[in-house]
């Protein structure tokens, strides 16, 4: 939602948008966001999963989940300005396949594949790495 704009701000006011809200968070009162990270956290925001950009439709009608304040004002916003989540996973690779990391890996696999080469996890083996290889 853009601060700035005063054209939709009035709709979180009405009426059928605070019915909208207590049921949502009634029948979902954990953050979802902390919930896939294990954590329980209750939820005080009703976040629209796609953003609606004053599309009164989406407003309405549109996919909502509950957010705690912190993950929605935090990576929920960070997500939508920059195209993906930059959460790290155990393994130590970022949990988003939008996440840059993975365009070049992606690239590397897809070029190896039409050279006919092997790859390893994304990772091409060159061809002095193969020759190495054979003579050992």
């Given at each position: 939602?853009?601060r ?9 006011r009405c009426k ?27 939820a005080?925001?009703?976040d629209?999963?796609?953003?609606h ?13 509950s ?9 929920k ?7 993906y ?5 155990a ?16 690239l590397h ?10 790859s ?17």
């Amino acid at each position: 939602m853009s601060r700035g704009s005063t054209k939709y701000r009035d709709w979180y006011r009405c009426k059928r948008w605070r019915d909208r809200r207590a049921l949502q968070l009634r029948q979902h009162p954990l953050c979802k966001m902390c919930e896939a990270e294990g954590r329980l956290e209750p939820a005080t925001v009703v976040d629209h999963v796609v953003p609606h950009r004053g599309d009164r439709q989406l407003f309405f009608y549109g996919e909502v989940q509950s957010l705690c304040a912190t993950c929605h004002d935090g990576a929920k916003r960070m997500v939508e300005e920059r195209g993906y989540d930059t959460a790290i996973g155990a393994d130590g690779f970022p949990k988003d396949r939008n996440h840059p990391f993975y365009l070049d890996r992606d690239l590397h696999v897809v070029q190896a594949n039409v050279r006919g080469r092997s790859s390893l996890r994304g990772i091409s083996f060159s061809s002095t790495t193969r020759r190495s290889e054979r003579s050992s």
